[in-house]
Structures are given as C-alpha cells and as structure tokens.
C-alpha cells in the first residue's frame, strides 16, 4: 500500500476567546484578549498528519483576501503542495469564532466563507492528487455532495477512505459504503443512528449500528471516557490519557491526522488507535488549534512517559 496520505477539507481563521463561563442570550460578559490561530477541520488534520512525519497533501479552497493568502504561505511552508491550494475569488476565507470557558470546554461557530465551494469538479481538476494515495481523510465542513464524490473517487484509487462526520449532520445512506473508517465523536454517532447514549453498554450497539449501514471500522471518540472501536471481527475499549485539559477544540482533529499517519505506515490497529488517543489527548493541552497539534518527537515523548505502544 502507498503511503501517501490525501486530506480534502476546510482551512479557517480561528478567532478565539476565553470566556469565565458560557453565557445566556442576550447577556454581555468580558473575555481575555482575542487570539488567532489557523483552523479548520481539513486543515487542522492535515497538519497534524504531516507534523507525525505523514507524506500529506491537502485540498482546499482559501478566500482571495488577506487571510487566504496568509494561510497559502503559512501551508506551503510547513510542506503541503500550493497546486492543491485552491482560491476562490468571490467568496471570504472562512472563519471560526471559538469561545473557551476555564473546564477548556468549547463553543464554535464557522462561517464556511470559500470552504462551501469546493466542489467535485475542483477535484477533478486535480488529478494527479488522487493518484496513487494510500488513506484518504475528509469531513462535514465542506459541501456533501463534494465529500461523497471525492470519497467514491478515493476508492476507485483503492484508498482506504476516512470520515470524521463532523460537524454533526444526517448523511444519505448510500454514503457509508465508500467509508472504510468512520470516526465521530459520541454525539455525532447518536446523530447518525438514532439510539440515545445513555449508559456505556449502548455503545457497542451505536457502533453495531453504524458497522450494518454500510462503513467497515468504527471509531467512537469519547474525550475524557477514552474511545471505542469496532469492525467485523474486533471490539477494543481505550481509556484516555490523563492530562490537564486547556482547550479541546482540536483533539479530534489531532486524533484523526495521527490514525491517517499510522494506518499509511500499516500499523496493527491496536497500536494506531493509541498512537491516535495520545495525539488527541496531547492536543488538548495547548490553546488553539494548530498550535496544539504535537510533533512527532513530543508525542513519542508522551507516549514513552505515559506508556508505550
């Protein structure tokens, strides 16, 4: 199998605020001062996939204004190919606004701005990133039908296909066919079958679920309760890593980049989702997105420290 590993999603400016607590409609409180960061789901997996020594390229679409072209630079320099960095000349680069409370707790709302219009024939415009990759990421912060259409050509290529359904959302069941591993978080798989979590025991069967509508392995990321796995021949529950949380907006984002990187390398699933579990984990101690996504030498660092592969 290639190792080249194809990231297809959004880029966005994230605006971020601490804030002393969530507050109610219509009430005015005081935050610290505004910080900005690069985001953006695709983005942010991406980079992660690329700091753990992944061979990555990424396809998005950037703003023609000061942000887009401050993210086109800021992405070529940390390696990622300027031919897949596209530009959209009407449309704003998106952009994040992320409130923090003190628990590292998160609020956030996107506006897609030139993420919304990556579409299929971007893609096929493309064509020599599709050839000959080895893992093929996506997610929910571009349009659907471009994720459906990129996934279907990811494995034509004989990729093996990754989803992170989020931002949650209701998806056409003829999707989950193309989906070798699906990876939401607790509320996304509650969204995306229907049974209510309400006990642990229910999670094997929202994974159960998920494995009868069509996708092959299953990854429910469940923050400070660890994860749980699933396919046809396997059940693997993972406690998390214990750390002092600060913000936990890109965790799984950090968690998706490191399983792209060790299933490229053909890791033995047990070791991936744990080399994964400890780049979530280690992401949620640093403020912002990218600057939370670990190097490799740190997370093999925290992975010695807090126990081995």
């Known amino acids: ?13 994230d605006l971020i605020l601490r804030i002393p607590r969530f507050h109610n409609p219509g009430e005015t409180i005081t935050g610290q001062n505004l910080v900005t960061a690069f985001g953006g789901k695709g983005a942010n997996q991406a980079i992660s996939a690329k700091r753990l020594g992944g061979n990555v390229a990424f396809i998005t679409k950037l703003g023609n204004d000061q942000y887009g ?15 897949c960095l596209l530009e959209d000349k009407k449309l704003p680069t998106g952009v994040a606004l992320i409130e923090i409370n003190p628990k590292g707790e998160n609020r956030i709302i996107v506006s897609p701005g030139a993420n919304g219009a990556l579409t299929g024939e971007d893609l096929k415009s493309l064509p020599a990133a599709l050839r000959g990759i080895g893992v093929f990421v996506t997610q929910l912060e571009i349009p ?26 209701l998806l056409p069941s003829e999707l989950f066919a193309s989906v070798d591993f699906l990876i939401p978080n607790e509320w996304e798989a509650q969204l995306l079958t229907g049974i209510r979590m309400k006990k642990r025991g229910d999670i ?30 396997e ?6 890593f214990q750390v002092k949380v600060v913000d936990t907006t890109a965790a799984g984002d950090a968690f998706m980049g490191a399983l792209a990187c060790a299933l490229s390398e053909g890791q033995p699933i047990q070791q991936t989702l744990k080399f994964a579990n400890a780049a979530g984990a280690l992401a949620t101690t640093k403020l912002g997105a990218q600057p939370s996504l670990p190097l490799k030498k740190d997370l093999e660092g925290f992975l010695r420290k807090h126990g081995k592969i």
């Open 235 to 240: 059940e693997i529950w993972m406690e998390a």
């Open 204 to 233: 094997p069967k929202i994974a159960g679920r998920l494995l009868r509508m069509g996708v092959k392995n299953v990854g429910i990321t469940l923050g400070p309760k660890g994860l749980f796995f699933k396919n046809a021949k």
């Open 1 to 13: 199998m290639s190792n080249r590993i194809l990231v297809l999603g959004s880029s966005n400016l």
């Open 69 to 83: 072209e401050s993210y086109r630079q800021y992405l070529i320099k940390n390696g990622l190919n300027a031919k």
């Open 144 to 169: 659907l039908t471009t994720v459906k259409t990129a996934l279907k050509m990811a494995r034509k290529n004989k990729a093996i296909t990754l989803l992170n359904p989020s931002p949650a959302s």
